[in-house]
């Protein structure tokens, strides 16, 4: 059925341009090529005769007469093909031609896609070959559409580039312009009765996925004349189909030249100063460091050129390369929380692999159905509590420096300098990713570009204010600039407030806990009330595509709802600070263990009911919808505590390696760039994917792979430079009481200070920055 409509479409193209040539030219049906079967039998004699003198013919000096002379007899056999072909088409032209005419009279099209069309059917019965690549570039009804495959891409470049000119003139007539046709089925809801007579034919195989096949839209690609304008093709596509289905035509575009918009320009900008910086910060640092009489020329240096050298020095490649390559930690860190960190950004990266490409683009979309029947497929269905791990460590972090800091200035809190600072760390490496969006089209193309990589561009052009002023979160699902970029906004209100409890904590420690523990509960009723207000699920169900939608704006992207993780956070932070090196007896280690492995597990796997369809009753929807996401961060914060205080174990060594050192710092920017990387990898996407979890394992390691190096790169010319130019924004203080640190740290006589930034871990002598990023 579905073949036979797209052969509609493209005979219902032809006779556009077939009623014209007829009304043009009195040609009529009888003066076709018909098709003769001798034609067929003498191509078939020719060729096996051909066969027959190649296999006897032997490698000899004589062998070359006797190839020229197969070159010459295989002319009449092309001829031949080309007029069993000709008579082929002009056949099939003349049994569809009557019905063709009579459609397109009612069509009211464009002059030009007229004209176009009429060009086009004189290339197909002359077999042009920009004709029938058109034709063949064209999709067709794909197979394996009773197992979900939806989509057929045809092939996009082919199309692209197709180029009609003119023979005199040379002037480009119409170039191949590369369409989707997009069917939605209107399946019945009810299904068929056991006792049915349909129970025996395929359309009770279809009602039995319709929940599965009515979410994706059957896609085929078109290659059409550039003249014609995206509502002749519609308007073609509505007539033959005649509303038996909905019909639209979503997209279209052609291989037209395309000039730097502005946002382009100023952004390549951009990177071309950045880049000046580096080079010449890079230049100077290498010059400084060979320089054999450096110390000596130190005590002359001025303190304008010192600080001069030092902007400059900030952007060093070869500086801020050691300093990420850095595995020493200070006494007093908390080594685990880089590894916690970097796990979970695989895990944030390993469920958006899932969640970010369009059903379209898989083959047996059936497979889908069976996955929530998978326990273990839970890591990736339940995956939105990868982020209330940002939202712990963020409150863990927060709190552990800053009683440091609070104990330096006797409990006050300079609030002007404490905002400026996170907006500073976090902002700038926002913004560049955010216009590295606008250079997206300039990287590549795709059939899927429109629907991945275009929506983006738009709405970071429309609400990037919105992720300057972190409000994003309140933006909706599919108006927020950067999707991922909503848990930042979050994060920075929840930030905004903490100076209440972090002050409480530090004079009144009973009211400070208090207060954290009062926001714990507090998250706890809203979601309550929400969910049952709502009449959401306990927490968001991807089969569900309304239910995402509604959550994610309702519930998932709102600050309240991670307030319980974030304050549980702060609780575990002052506990660390104030009662270091705790003992605990070996019962309670082992029984911390056991609780906080069965609860996260208990957490992550027991939603598998309601994801497989199961309702559960009020009291499990407002229990597991409160308070997973607290007793998920409780279970975290156990393995923070007890790997600080060595009891840890392999976990300690696990989330301790060094590596994880490195690779926590490029974090933040993995966390922003990795949604480019996906988007321009599934706008790319040219053919069906086959939907299998090691095909999307792979995915997730390339995405990953490169991920990582792209932020390497960003970190290293743009991050970190950043991260140390906060000393000329917010130059600190220099008490009686820092001065013997700030030697120790390097920070005297201007240099450098190996420690900014977040280079080291969390130790003793780090700023509130280094892991509050992220």
């Not at 459609?103 to 009211?108: A, C, E, G, K, L």
């Not at 290659?223 to 289905?245: F, G, H, M, N, R």
């Not at 240099?751 to 977040?758: D, F, K, L, Q």
Request: proline share 3%; with cysteine; charged share 15%.
């Amino acid at each position: 059925m579905m073949r036979l409509i797209t052969l509609c479409v493209f005979y219902l193209i032809a006779s556009s341009y077939s009623a014209q040539y007829l009304a043009a030219d009195n040609v009529s049906e009888s003066v076709m090529l018909k098709f003769k079967g001798n034609d067929l039998d003498k191509l078939y004699v020719d060729s096996r005769d051909g066969n027959q003198q190649n296999n006897n013919t032997k490698r000899s000096e004589e062998s070359s007469d006797k190839e020229l002379q197969t070159k010459i007899n295989a002319g009449p056999q092309w001829s031949d093909i080309e007029k069993m072909i000709k008579g082929l088409v002009n056949n099939v032209l003349s049994q569809f031609l009557p019905a063709m005419v009579r459609t397109t009279s009612s069509v009211d099209l464009s002059g030009s896609c007229y004209s176009s069309l009429l060009k086009l059917i004189f290339g197909v019965r002359r077999l042009r070959s920009w004709a029938i690549r058109m034709l063949d570039a064209s999709g067709k009804i794909t197979n394996g559409i009773l197992d979900g495959s939806s989509t057929d891409f045809g092939s996009y470049d082919q199309c692209l580039n197709v180029i009609v000119s003119n023979r005199r003139s040379k002037e480009i007539n119409f170039r191949g312009k590369y369409c989707f046709l997009q069917i939605h089925p209107e399946f019945p809801s009810a299904s068929i009765s056991p006792d049915s007579r349909l129970q025996e034919t395929v359309f009770h195989e279809i009602s039995e996925n319709t929940e599965y096949l009515s979410e994706v839209a059957y896609l085929t690609a078109l290659c059409v004349p550039s003249t014609c304008t995206t509502e002749d093709i519609e308007k073609l596509a509505k007539k033959v189909l005649q509303d038996t289905v909905r019909v639209s035509v979503p997209h279209c575009e052609d291989k037209s030249e395309k000039e730097l918009t502005k946002e382009q320009i100023g952004v390549l900008s951009l990177l071309g100063t950045i880049l000046f910086f580096v080079t010449l910060g890079t230049v100077l640092d290498l010059w400084k460091h060979y320089q054999s009489d450096l110390k000596s020329d130190e005590g002359s240096v001025s303190w304008k050129a010192g600080q001069v050298f030092n902007f400059y020095k900030s952007f060093s490649i070869f500086t801020n390369g050691k300093e990420l390559l850095n595995t020493k930690v200070g006494s007093g860190s908390l080594g685990a929380v880089h590894g916690m960190r970097f796990l979970t950004i695989l895990w944030v990266i390993l469920a958006h692999t899932y969640m970010f490409p369009d059903f379209s683009i898989f083959k047996r979309l059936v497979d889908f159905r069976d996955a929530p029947k998978s326990v273990s497929f839970l890591v990736v269905w339940n995956s939105w509590l990868q982020v209330d791990t940002f939202f712990f460590l963020t409150g863990l972090t927060l709190t552990y420096t800053s009683m440091k800091k609070l104990a330096q200035t006797n409990g006050r809190l300079d609030i002007v300098r404490y905002v400026v600072h996170r907006y500073w760390r976090l902002t700038p490496p926002l913004m560049l990713v955010i216009s590295l969006v606008f250079l997206l089209p300039l990287l590549s193309s795709g059939p899927l570009w429109y629907k991945f990589v275009e929506p983006e561009i738009q709405n970071c052009r429309d609400t990037w204010w919105a992720n300057a002023l972190y409000v994003s979160n309140f933006m909706g699902l599919y108006n927020v600039c950067l999707g991922p970029t909503w848990y930042l906004a979050a994060d920075m209100q929840m930030y905004l407030i903490s100076p209440i409890v972090l002050i409480a904590l530090y004079r009144w420690p009973r009211i400070g806990i208090g207060l954290a523990t009062l926001g714990i509960l507090v998250s706890w009723v809203i979601i309550a009330v929400v969910t049952m207000s709502m009449g959401f699920p306990p927490s968001v169900v991807i089969s569900d595509i309304k239910t995402v939608k509604e959550m994610t704006s309702y519930v998932h992207f709102m600050p309240y709802v991670h307030l319980g993780p974030y304050c549980v956070g702060i609780i575990l932070g002052y506990l660390l600070q104030k009662h270091k090196n705790m003992k605990v007896k070996q019962v309670v280690v082992v029984l911390g263990w056991i609780v906080t492995t069965i609860s996260c597990l208990a957490v992550v796997f027991g939603a598998y009911d309601w994801h497989n369809g199961i309702k559960p009753n009020i009291f499990v929807k407002i229990l597991y919808s409160s308070v997973h996401r607290s007793v998920f961060a409780l279970g975290l914060a156990w393995i923070i505590f007890a790997c600080t205080n060595g009891y840890g174990g392999p976990v300690n060594a696990l989330l301790a390696w060094k590596p994880f050192i490195v690779l926590g710092r490029l974090t933040y920017m993995i966390y922003l760039v990795h949604s480019l990387v996906l988007l321009t990898i599934l706008g790319s996407v040219r053919e069906k994917q086959f939907f299998s979890h090691f095909e999307l394992a792979c995915k997730f390691l390339v995405y990953l792979a490169i991920s990582i190096g792209v932020a390497s790169v960003l970190y290293l010319i743009f991050e970190s430079p950043f991260l140390k130019l906060e000393r000329f924004i917010l130059p600190r203080v220099k008490s009686a009481r820092n001065v013997s640190t700030m030697k120790q740290n390097g920070e005297v006589n201007h240099n450098v200070i190996p420690a900014s930034g977040g280079q080291q871990s969390l130790g003793e002598n780090e700023n509130i920055s280094t892991f509050t990023k992220l």
